[in-house]
Structure formats: structure tokens, C-alpha cells
């Protein structure tokens, strides 16, 4: 790599036998010693954008579509119609928790009553976040899944997801920006990036936690792979599973606000503006707006998980 | 031929089993291997037959390689060399399918900590191996009922298996290894998480089951007298070697080493050697008094019959079910098989 660098460089000294006799490079960071990752990364990317340039296309207009459709849908229904459908879907996802419908009914409801004009941006904000789920719930749960199963797999993943949690999420709403353009697409592609880890790594933990004992009982009575995973490790790794469904729900929604910058509509916007006119009250609604929006999502999908631990964890009862 | 045959099975645990092979087979010891290669031996040239219909009790303490051994028997373990056969068949040559078929139909297994699914009520766990063979949910239910009635547990079907007792847990994995119908059961420690007075019961009702099914048991456990109690033949291991096989009266009569006499030093023998296998047979008691004679049952264990030698100083003529005498006990062969070597 250091050859690749020195020769490569516009700045290498005009024969190598100056670094003998010259110990002068020894002193600051010589301006050769330099490795051409930037414009390889740049290169490739041209590259590929320019190879596979419709294959992108073809998932921006897929989600662009998608997003645009649900968008509009949920815009257009009355306001009492679409909170009372999410009460209502809450009182049935919670298992009948009125407490939590209670609650989850006063959210939505302020979040119209702060500002009217956060009605429909929240709307914005819920599409691109549930696409953004709906992707990571596709493709993290089998990648988890794979894991479980394949300790070579896992060790090629484990790294990926390091890096995918590391990289500050600045660095991946760029490419984001050229690979699919402005707006709702490279958040749901920043989303993917930022939320998919938990919920795969929680998968992968979930089933492997799963009592050895127990699956091997599974074995023993002759299950095949399939009848093992969907009987046994998916039911019982359900509660962790579900807790990193929550997770990439809140990481969702805490994206799809710093991706306001790269110009995706959204109540992510109003923070955005509040902070560029140092408006302290709009940057402040706003971001009541937001923790209401989180309160909602966390509210549902933990509600859920707990209903399904209840049904298959529940609490010890003893009978004699 | 034997129902389950086991040929020089060697067990490595380790990156590099087939590396460490060799030295296992040259004879050096478990300690040897772990300090030398960092590999644990499980099993060191184990052989072993099994007859059809017989409780087969291996014994050992922990790490002893009983549960390996075990898994060997349906393949969850491979071994790294030697032979498993199953009537005739080396568990060895079959391939995913044909496993899962064999799991499925010719043997059934009950696990030290139940291995019960949390999330399925006693019907469904006991009708799982049904399941998997993809039973009908009626027809499955039904068998799992008759078995569920069977263990004594009616009444809690819908229940799940974490409302029920331990006792009643292992019941619920007794009667899913017998909804399956399988010739040969697995028993790993089945009852080593129970409580004494649960344990010696399911104990009872394992024996009570076994006289009726005649099913091929192969049943592990630490404990001894559950072993003495439970099995027709024993095998004790000890670090992954087999040192001694044999009917429980053998084992305590003539231990093959150290290891085994120690461990039936403290058995209570009154309690394990039978009527039939201390007596003189009838054609050679001709010096026994024959006036003051007690009646024994020829299936009786000596702490039976005992007070009542010692309260008439009688000698015990020993009856089959029949009433026919087969032979006599005198003091002499009493005090001869009560006192510890």
C-alpha cells in the first residue's frame, strides 16, 4: 500500500535515493505518504452509479412510490378518522391496555393540537419511518436469522454492523443523496443503514438464547430445520426480536429527523427551520412534536411485544 | 443381534479432533490430552451392547461422558470415530432426511431439565413428535390424551408447562416420549432434577410403564441407587472410559476396580440383592435344617425377608410364583452377601 501511495503521488520527490540522503521527510508527515482512498472511493462510485445507475432508479421510483401512495392516502382522510384508526389500532395491539390507548389517544391528539401544519408533516414523518421499518423488518430479521444458524456467517456480519453503527450517519446520507437524489428516498436508505443492526443483532441473540435443551428436544423428536425454526426458535426468540423491532423504531425516528437536512419533508424540517432562525419556541415545539411521534411508535410496538411475552413466557403460577 | 450396538466410540471436543485421535487411541489420559491440545475427550473407547427390551442404566459422575454417550445413540453428537448402530443400522451412513426420519420413528427422548416448550400447553408438547410427523391435530390430541391420562396428569392439558411442578414437568416429558410409540427411549438424568420423594415415585411409574411396554430404555444417571433400582444392565463410566458392565448384582458383588468399589461401598446390599441370587439351589441343600423354615418369594430383595430370619433364627426355603421351591437360604449365605468386601 505505501508503494501504491508513493507512486501514485503527485508530491513523491523525483527519486527514491533523496529519502536516504535527505532525512528532512522525518520530520512533519511527508505529503507523499499519502494512500488515494478518497479519489478511489469517488471513482468507484462514478462507476457505479453509472453502471448501475437504472437498478437505483428502480428502487427510488419503488419507494418513491410506495411513500408518495401512502402519503396521500393518509393526508387525505379526515384527521378524526386517522386518530381514532390509530386508538383504535392501538387498543388491539396492546392486548386491550386502556392505559396505554389512553395515553398513545393523547399523543396523537397534540401532536395536531401544538401546530396544525405538524399534522401532515408527522404524516410525512410516519411514511418514511415505516417503510423504513418495513425494510429493516424484511431483510434484518433473515439476516439474523441466518446468523443464528451459521457461526462463519455470523463473523462476516458482526464487522459489517460495527461499521454500519460506527460510521456517523453524516457520512452515509451523502451517498444516499447520489445514489437515490433529494427527499424521502435516501432517509429510508439512511434509516435502513442506522436501524437495521439492533434489530439484527437482537434476532441473532434472541434465537441463540433460545434453551439449548429445548431445541435439541426439538431435534431429538425428529423436527426438520424448518419445523425447528418456525415451532420453536421464532416463538421463544419473539420477546428479543420484538425489543429490537422497538429499537428500530426509535432509531427510525431519530434519523428521519437529521435527515431533514439532506431536505426530506417532515416534522424533522420544523426543527430544522427553528434552528436556522434561532426560533427557540418553534425549535422547541417541534421537538415536543417529535417525542410525542416516538411515544406513539414506542408506545405500539413494546405494547405488542409485551403481549406476546405474556402469551408465551407467562408468569409462573404454581399449581402444587 | 442387539438393539443397540456401540463400537470403540471415541468422542473429541475440540477444533481438531481427528488431530488429537491418535494420542487419545495410544492410550494417554483425559488430563494429558486437555493439558497437551486443549481438547476435552468425551468418550474414550466405549463398547457397548443393548438388548431389546432391557433397561440399560449408564452411570457416572458429572463429566463422566454419560450425556455424551447418549447423544450419540439419536446422533445429536457425532462421534470421531466408531460405529453406532441402531438394529443394524449405522447411524453413521444416514443422511439429514433419513435422520430425521429415524428420530422420528424409532426412538423418543426425556431431558434432565424437561426441555419442554414454554410456549405450548402439556397437549401440544406431548403431541409435538406427533406433530412433526405431520399428524392431523385431532388425531394427535387423542394420543396425546391416552398418554397424558397415562402419567397421571388429567385435568391440566391446557396448562402451560411452567404452571406445573417439576415432578409434573418431567411427567409431561415422559408422556411425549411415549406418544411417539418408539421402541427405544432416551433418558437423560430424567429424574436428577426431581426431589427425593418425586424421584423415587417416578420412579415407580417408570418401572409400572416398562412392565407393561417393554420398551428398550437406555437411561442415565449419578445416582446409584437409582441405577441399582432402574436397570437391568449398568455401565459405569468414568472420564469418558466404560470400566465395568454388568447386572446390578455383579456390579456390587465383584466391582471391576477401585473406581466402581468405591462407589457401591456405601450401597445397602439387603436392599438390591434378590432371593434367588444368594440361594442354594435345591438339589445341593443337603445339609440345610429344613424344621424352621420361612417362606420366601423368589423375587424378593433380602431386606424383605430379613427381620423375620432374624426374629425365628429360621433358614427361608425360596418359592417361584408357582409355590415350587427352588432353593434355601441358610444364615451362612446371608452373612455372606451382607458383609462388605
Given amino acids: ?320 | 443381534m442387539s438393539k443397540i450396538e456401540i463400537k470403540n466410540v471415541y468422542k473429541i471436543f475440540g477444533d481438531q479432533p481427528s488431530k488429537v485421535l491418535p494420542m487419545v487411541k495410544d492410550g494417554a489420559t483425559k488430563e494429558e490430552i486437555l493439558e497437551k491440545t486443549g481438547h476435552t475427550v468425551g468418550l474414550d473407547d466405549v463398547s457397548l451392547s443393548i438388548e431389546e427390551g432391557e433397561t440399560f442404566v449408564c452411570m457416572g459422575l458429572s463429566g463422566s461422558g454419560k450425556s455424551t454417550l447418549i447423544r450419540h445413540i439419536n446422533r445429536l453428537i457425532d462421534p470421531t470415530s466408531g460405529v453406532v448402530s441402531v438394529e443394524g443400522t449405522n447411524v453413521m451412513d444416514l443422511d439429514q432426511k433419513q435422520l430425521i426420519e429415524f428420530r422420528r420413528h424409532k426412538m423418543s427422548m426425556v431431558f434432565q431439565r424437561f426441555g419442554l416448550f414454554p410456549h405450548k400447553t402439556v397437549m401440544e408438547n406431548v403431541g409435538y413428535g406427533l406433530e412433526v410427523q405431520g399428524q392431523k391435530p385431532e388425531e394427535r390430541n387423542k394420543t396425546a390424551m391416552e398418554k397424558i391420562e397415562a402419567v397421571g396428569l388429567n385435568g391440566f392439558e391446557h396448562q402451560y408447562p411452567n404452571q406445573l411442578s417439576g415432578g409434573m414437568q418431567q411427567r409431561v416429558g415422559l408422556a411425549r416420549a411415549l406418544a411417539t410409540n418408539t421402541d427405544i427411549m432416551l433418558m437423560d438424568e430424567a429424574f436428577s432434577a426431581l426431589d427425593p420423594l418425586i424421584r423415587s415415585d417416578m420412579q415407580k411409574q417408570l418401572m409400572d410403564l416398562q412392565s407393561e411396554l417393554k420398551k428398550t430404555i437406555v437411561f442415565i444417571t449419578h445416582d446409584l441407587d437409582e441405577s441399582l433400582r432402574l436397570g437391568d444392565h449398568i455401565g459405569i463410566l468414568n472420564g469418558g472410559r466404560l470400566v465395568q458392565v454388568g447386572t446390578p448384582v455383579d456390579i456390587i458383588m465383584n466391582p471391576a476396580d477401585e473406581y466402581v468399589t468405591a462407589f457401591v461401598k456405601d450401597v445397602n446390599r439387603a436392599k438390591v440383592i434378590k432371593a434367588k441370587i444368594i440361594m442354594k439351589s435345591a438339589n445341593e441343600s443337603n445339609g440345610v435344617d429344613k424344621k424352621n423354615l420361612v417362606k420366601v418369594q423368589e423375587d424378593q430383595f433380602i431386606e424383605e425377608f430379613l427381620p423375620q430370619v432374624v426374629c425365628t433364627n429360621a433358614n427361608c426355603e425360596v418359592v417361584d410364583k408357582q409355590g415350587n421351591v427352588k432353593g434355601y437360604i441358610t444364615n451362612k449365605e446371608l452373612q455372606k452377601s451382607l458383609t462388605k468386601s
Fill in chain 1, 1 to 320: 500500500m505505501v508503494v501504491v501511495a508513493y507512486t501514485t503521488s503527485k508530491y513523491r520527490p523525483e527519486s527514491v535515493s533523496i529519502l536516504f540522503t535527505d532525512p528532512s521527510w522525518l520530520g512533519n508527515w511527508p505529503k507523499w505518504l499519502d494512500l488515494p482512498l478518497m479519489p478511489f472511493l469517488n471513482e468507484g462510485f462514478d462507476k457505479l452509479i453509472k453502471e448501475y445507475g437504472m437498478f437505483f432508479e428502480g428502487i427510488n421510483n419503488f419507494l418513491l412510490g410506495l411513500y408518495t401512495d401512502m402519503k396521500n392516502f393518509m393526508v387525505a382522510l379526515p384527521w378524526p378518522v386517522l386518530m381514532i384508526s390509530v386508538i383504535v389500532l392501538c387498543y388491539f395491539v396492546s392486548g386491550r391496555n386502556t392505559g396505554t390507548t389512553i395515553m398513545v389517544a393523547f399523543c396523537v391528539f397534540f401532536l395536531g393540537f401544538l401546530s396544525p401544519r405538524y399534522w401532515d408533516k408527522c404524516i410525512m414523518t410516519t411514511c418514511i419511518v415505516v417503510i423504513g421499518m418495513l425494510l429493516c423488518l424484511i431483510i434484518g430479521i433473515p439476516v439474523g436469522i441466518m446468523m443464528a444458524r451459521n457461526k462463519k456467517v455470523r463473523n462476516a456480519i458482526l464487522p459489517v454492523l460495527d461499521l454500519m453503527q460506527t460510521i456517523p450517519s453524516f457520512c452515509y446520507l451523502i451517498p444516499g443523496i447520489l445514489l437515490f437524489g433529494l427527499g424521502a428516498v435516501p432517509a429510508i436508505f439512511a434509516i435502513f443503514v442506522y436501524a437495521v443492526p439492533p434489530l439484527i443483532r437482537l434476532t441473532d441473540l434472541g434465537i441463540r438464547l433460545v434453551d439449548t435443551e429445548v431445541v435439541e428436544a426439538a431435534e431429538a423428536f425428529g423436527a426438520s430445520k424448518k419445523q425447528k425454526l418456525w415451532g420453536v426458535q421464532l416463538p421463544l426468540a419473539l420477546p428479543n426480536i420484538m425489543q429490537g423491532v422497538n429499537q428500530c423504531t426509535m432509531m427510525s425516528l431519530a434519523m428521519v429527523v437529521i435527515a431533514s437536512m439532506i431536505g426530506t419533508r417532515g416534522i424533522g424540517d420544523e426543527v430544522l427551520l427553528g434552528l436556522q432562525q434561532l426560533n427557540v419556541g418553534m425549535a422547541t415545539e417541534a421537538g415536543i412534536a417529535i417525542v410525542l411521534l416516538a411515544i406513539i411508535f414506542d408506545r405500539i410496538t413494546q405494547s405488542y411485544g409485551e403481549k406476546i411475552q405474556a402469551r408465551t413466557h407467562n408468569k409462573k403460577k404454581l399449581i402444587l
